[in-house]
């Protein structure tokens, strides 16, 4: 995971930063995950889907 956010601060309003986060299935076929970010207001769950292949191939 990376992005411009940064661990334990605060954003004024208004302000914003941003998450990255590459998901890489385990196993051939279809996965599906969750990403969890908490706010000082509540949760965000976000849900993340890919396909796994073999390896070697795009």
Known sequence: MGGSCAVNVT?????????????????IGSRTASLNVGTSANAVTLSLAGTGKKTGRK
Do not use: I, N, P
């Open 11 to 27: 954003l004024a309003g208004g302000q914003s930063c941003t998450l990255t986060y590459t998901f890489m299935a385990s196993d």
